[in-house]
């Protein structure tokens, strides 16, 4: 039975979700389509690396929910919830473990991905600070990793389509709309989102954009052009 509605997911947290998912599913194809589109894919990584910079610094800034002690999957939660007891409104343990998983995953890609190279044509931003045997080591743990993203992007996918059929919980709607429905079992316990203010907001916007630029390597001074022997 329902009890009402309360504000979970403010619109940062929001806009990150969804910004994330496009950017992903836009590198998985980049990445699959190369050539020219390997461009594509750099660019799409230094936003993403942007999103991470600036949902690590949200969950500090954030409000309730978004931050990460608000969810951190300890023992004693997750006990609770594998018995039935649970009664957060946020992340789940489980999911909480989901999410903190994508994350590390995406920070590995996307490091990997600033420093590796494709033999061809394309190289990270940051590769020329590495040699080459270790960009190419990099490189190789980049496709490998990408693999186990995709993985647990399924079984993240799987575990939503689980709770919407099995327990008529939709965790999609809530990071829509920003208010999730809860039951009388919730009433209790569950506090509206509070916090997440405009400066906090603005600094983890400074501290995204400052990941982007250091990412993007355009701190590294350019080189002195090669000298040429005069041809007389």
Do not use: C
Not at 123 to 140: A, Q, T, Y
């Amino acid at each position: 039975m329902s009890s009402g509605h309360i504000k979970v997911w403010d619109l940062p947290t929001r806009i990150f979700h969804w910004s994330l998912l496009v950017l992903v599913a836009l590198a998985v194809v980049t990445g699959q389509i190369g050539g020219n589109a390997i461009d594509w894919h750099g660019r799409i990584g230094l936003a993403i690396l942007g999103l991470l910079a600036f949902r690590l610094a949200w969950g500090f800034a954030g409000s309730t929910y978004a931050r990460f002690a608000s969810f951190l999957p300890t023992p004693a939660a997750l006990s609770a919830h594998l018995r039935g007891q649970w009664r957060g409104v946020g992340h789940n343990p489980l999911g909480a473990f989901s999410v903190l998983g994508l994350l590390a995953l995406l920070a590995v890609q996307v490091g990997t991905g600033l420093f590796a190279n494709d033999d061809i044509a394309f190289s990270g931003p940051l590769s020329g600070l590495i040699g080459k045997e270790f960009s190419d080591r990099l490189s190789g743990l980049h496709e490998r990793s990408a693999n186990l993203l995709l993985a647990l992007i399924a079984l993240h996918v799987g575990a939503i389509a689980f709770y919407a059929r099995v327990k008529q919980d939709n965790l999609v709607r809530p990071m829509i709309s920003g208010w999730k429905e809860i039951g009388l079992e919730q009433r209790d316990s569950a506090t509206p989102a509070t916090g997440g203010v405009a400066i906090g907001f603005a600094v983890a916007l400074l501290i995204a954009l400052a990941a982007v630029y250091g990412g993007s390597g355009a701190w590294i001074p350019t080189p002195p052009p090669a000298a040429t022997t005069p041809s007389w």
